[in-house]
């Protein structure tokens, strides 16, 4: 019997065991249990969500969940070859909507999105389709664009981080306000808390003790302004000579980087490229670092934000999607316009010049605004969408 069908039985069977809860069907682009990118966070929201919801999660590519994440039912697709992976999708949307799934959830995948209305919407059902960026902001092949504009129109709702991410969506889109719905990013603050010394935690992470730690999180591509990040160590570097940077991420732009770090010894020296490193070990490089920075050219509501708050790391960010907007007005000072390398230099030598007593008030400040992005809190207006 093909995989397929096997499969959809055993689904068949299981699911009466779970016919008390309401069904959720929920669309991931990929899963990998140990993950390094802000999907990791998803992990932990599925296990709440599993919680309430008979949760079917339905993953494009990657691998299975562990049982303990508490998904009734979990399939990744079996097809890698676009159409046929396009064909199997429309097929597990129709019999998911027969089984009773009338609500989807589709976190980034607008294809998904796309092809989730087709089956979902003419039959009853509602498409959640979340989506938190600037993406007008880069240039998309013409068969993409149709396809991206057309699945805004026919979704029933999307599912954004913010009040002003959404007004720019329903602007660029030419979308109803009304059809939009505002979900924020979440943090797990009892994940993301670490208990030890940071020398101790800088010993075991081979970081120099007797200097300052500039730490950069993120996907290492042009969007997230990794060709920035030597620029900026280069100019720091001439004000100050006592600061060490660890890029943690991997991406495109990973050989550029280390191509032009095996150029120049000085840089070398104060450059550590850890490479791509799963987001459960992440909480211990934001507790030792002094400053995280992001300079980012394209964000929506940033995780990594998120995750330097919980640990109370002070941060200096471009001044792009939703960064002011989640953060507190006392840090406002560090969020500057994309690009400006000179100017992102300055502020981390500020920061860095800052008192004891300053920086201590200024990270509690941002321990004390991350708890109202807690998990918990934002899986109650999650669930409320589909009641």
Known sequence: MPEFDIVFIQFLVTDTMTFQKQKLCYVLPEFKKDDATHFSHIHDFLKGIAQKFDLYLLIEKGELPDDNLGCDHARVLIFKWLPLRLLETLCMMFLLRMHGYRNVYIHYSFLAAFLASLIIR??????????????????????????????????????????????RYANHYKILIAKIKVIPNWIDTKRFHVV???????????????????????????????????????????????????????????????SELAADTTLSKIVCLEGEVPNTKIPTYFFVADVFFMPSEEEGFPHVLLEAMSLGTLFIASDIGAVKEITPKTMHQYILKQSDVPGFARALHKILNQPPSVLAQLSTELKSLVARYDISIVMEKFTKLFV
């Open 122 to 167: 003419p039959t009853g059902g509602k498409v959640f389709y979340w989506n938190c960026g600037e993406p007008w902001k880069y240039k998309r092949s013409a068969i993409r664009d149709f396809f991206e504009n057309k699945t805004y129109k026919i979704i029933t709702y999307l599912i954004t981080g913010s009040e002003s991410i959404a007004q």
């Open 196 to 258: 030890g010394g940071k020398d101790t935690l800088k010993r075991e992470l081979g970081l120099p003790l007797d200097k300052k730690i500039i730490l950069f999180v993120h996907h290492l591509s042009p969007r997230k302004g990794a060709h920035h990040i030597l620029p900026i160590a280069r100019e720091l570097f001439k004000i100050r000579q006592d600061v060490f940077f660890v890029v943690v991420g991997s991406g495109p732009y990973d050989k550029t980087i280390r």
